[in-house]
């Protein structure tokens, strides 16, 4: 299920986005069977109500490119009807993902974000030398 707050992020996922998508999932043997719009304007009732039916259609999987402050509403309602227990994946776009700072924490933690990042030397070697300055700033603190 992919997920839009408005036209504008709907036009963006399909001029952006929406190549890859549909490349990538397609190289997975997967598809998207169900798009929803849900507006800025989108009462709060209504947003629950979408949220309902996708979960009688069985859907696990949803892609989600809204705004933050519609996604913070989308997210809260979700976890409010179950729906962000195991068993529910929730991917969110760059868009959405770089303002999750601005999130209320109660949302975020609810969330239980875990953000994606491949493994490499350069990865490696910079927790390795956090992990150092760390420990040097806070000596008290044992396991790190």
């Not at 299920?1 to 549909?22: D, E, K, V």
């Not at 892609?63 to 309602?77: E, N």
């Amino acid at each position: 299920m992919a997920s839009y707050g408005t036209n504008l992020h709907r036009q963006s996922i399909r001029r952006r986005n929406n190549p890859f998508f549909s490349r990538r999932i397609g190289e997975i043997n997967t598809r998207i069977p169900y798009r929803s719009v849900i507006f800025e304007f989108t009462t709060l009732d209504q947003i629950k109500s979408e949220l309902l039916k996708l979960m009688n259609m069985q859907a696990r999987v949803f892609i989600v490119h809204m705004s933050i402050s519609l996604g913070s509403k989308l997210f809260a309602l979700a976890k409010e009807i179950g729906m962000m227990s195991e068993g529910f994946v929730w991917i969110v776009t760059d868009a959405m993902a770089n303002q999750l700072n601005l999130m209320d924490v109660s949302v975020i933690e609810s969330m239980e974000v875990k953000p994606y990042v491949p493994k490499s030397n350069k990865v490696e070697d910079f927790i390795q030398r956090w992990k150092m300055k760390f420990r040097k700033e806070n000596p008290r603190i044992v396991d790190v």
